[in-house]
């Protein structure tokens, strides 16, 4: 579908979404329950509606989370006030999925039914918390009539929290406190159909991620999380080269990961061994799947070897650290720093700093990478191992250099001149000091690294398929 079609859909979408807005405003306004009211999803469950269930699942099974895009007023209400957010105006970016809070939320009110707590169930519902603003406080206002202090107090509560969520964080309320999109979010990351990316065509733009009000798509994995996706087509309409769709299946890439490019390349020292020297492709979802099911040995052994070849000669402290015997000093290895970093590149040492320091954090670029204007690891730390920087600071502190091995690199392996290349790799495209660059050789192009520039993050090594970068310490 083209950028007008799928634009015609979100505008249906929302269309449909404002229409069961107002409808279920002004039948609750007026004291009407209607089948609008019914088929929400807790109202269902209370009531053992198993027909509206059963069709809410379904439908999750087939087209994702279209309940709370179009449905769900709360849902709604928080997309109207979005539209009007500078939030929107600046665009949206990747959070972290939180399973764990998600999932708090689910016990907590489970709990509640059983036992009988239904204040925790009424605040917690989504559809009851907006049909209490409308009860508490539209309507009397509309009306005339008195106010209840404790409703309308309680009414006005709900409202505060949800806008200024909804104004500043988009659907965060959606993919963490809500226990009705958890439970949904379960269902729809096995749904037939789905937004996907098809890597092939994505240049990291991001304009798909700054329209995604739920914060669920990975830039750097290329990777829409189907749990938190609300289905509300925003970032279909947005991509110039139509990478970013609503398909059954996933994408397969053209150029698998660890696929060689062209003739064969010199061998090398990091080169595996003349009986297992044809290099499986791989696709990237694939890999995490993989992961995910408890494969990851056996697919490392016999895909990934060239990754779990290459270490740094010195390994990489976090920033902040000052010198490594002032931080293996200091470091109590609490694990604030570990659990503070967003992307998970800090991780407790095995072997890296000897047995000695065992488990000080070090920085794992195979694992993510160091954002560059994050500073939470230098915040949380309670010994002083590593000394609070601002990101302006940060942007100045060098943690490390990359190295690009050459024979492992696939743009090196290609055998199409630079003037044929339809897109610069990838480490030259996600450099955030510009530091790669591609240069010719007698051989090929090949990215090159400025030292003087490079710090050391190693976003470069992060979205290298090949695994041809290896960051090395101070």
């Known amino acids: 579908m083209s950028q007008k079609l799928w634009k015609r859909a979100r505008i249906g979408r929302i269309a449909l979404s404002l229409t069961v807005l107002v409808a279920i405003t002004v039948t609750v306004g007026l004291g009407y329950t209607t089948f609008l009211s019914r088929m929400q999803i807790l109202p269902a469950m209370l009531s053992c509606s198993a027909i509206w269930l ?23 209400l928080q997309d109207v006030l979005i539209y009007f957010s500078k939030r929107r105006r600046r665009g949206f970016f990747f959070s972290v999925a939180r399973p764990a809070l998600r999932w708090f939320f689910v016990v907590l ?25 409308i009860n508490y406080l539209g309507m009397p206002l509309v009306r005339g009539v008195a106010l209840s202090i404790w409703g309308a107090g309680s009414a006005v509560a709900t409202l505060a929290v949800v806008a200024g969520f909804a104004l500043t964080r988009g659907r965060t309320l959606c993919n963490t406190v809500c226990p009705v999109g958890t439970l949904l979010g379960a269902v729809s990351r096995y749904s037939l159909f789905h937004v996907d990316i098809n890597t092939d065509k994505c240049t990291g733009c991001n304009a798909c991620v700054a329209r995604c009000k739920a914060s669920c798509i990975n830039p750097w994995e290329h990777i829409v999380d189907l749990s938190r996706c609300v289905m509300c087509l ?86 902040g650290s000052g010198s490594q015997s002032d931080f293996a000093a200091r470091c109590t290895s609490c694990g604030s720093c570990v ?5 998970g590149v800090l991780q407790p040492s095995t072997d890296q700093y000897g047995v000695r320091h065992l488990l000080l954090p070090v920085m794992d670029f195979e694992a993510g990478f160091c954002q560059y204007d994050c500073v939470r690891c230098t915040d949380v730390c309670p010994t002083g191992a590593l000394q609070p920087l601002t990101p ?26 630079r003037a044929e290349l339809t897109i610069f790799p990838a ?4 450099c955030p000091v510009h530091a790669v660059r591609l240069v010719e050789t007698g051989n090929g192009h090949v990215p090159e690294v400025n030292f003087d520039t490079c710090i050391g993050c190693g976003r470069c090594a992060w979205v290298c398929p090949g695994a041809a ?6």
């Open 234 to 319: 925003d970032c279909l309409g947005v991509c110039p080269n139509d990478a970013i769709t609503y398909r059954r299946g996933r994408h397969q890439l053209k150029m698998p990961m660890l696929q060689t490019l062209g003739g064969a390349a010199t061998p090398s020292a990091f080169d595996a061994p003349a009986h297992d020297s044809a290099v499986k492709p791989i696709d990237r979802r694939a890999f995490l799947a993989a992961v995910a099911t408890g494969a990851f040995p056996a697919l490392m052994a016999e895909s990934v070897t060239h990754r779990s070849m290459q270490k740094p000669l010195n390994y990489v402290r976090p920033p």
């Open 469 to 474: 970068i290896v960051i090395e310490g101070e």
């Open 339 to 343: 659990a503070a970093c967003p992307t």
């Open 427 to 430: 480490c030259v495209r996600s």
């Open 109 to 133: 009110i489970i709990f509640s039914l059983l036992f009988g707590f239904s204040i925790v169930v009424a605040l917690l519902d989504p559809y009851s918390a907006y049909a209490r603003m």
């Open 54 to 76: 059963v069709l809410w699942v379904a439908a999750t099974l087939i087209f994702g989370r279209i309940y709370c895009s179009s449905v769900c007023p709360m849902g709604t």
């Open 392 to 417: 302006a600071a940060k942007h100045r502190t060098v943690i490390g250099k990359a190295r690009v091995v050459a024979d492992l690199c696939l743009t090196f392996r290609n055998t199409a001149t």
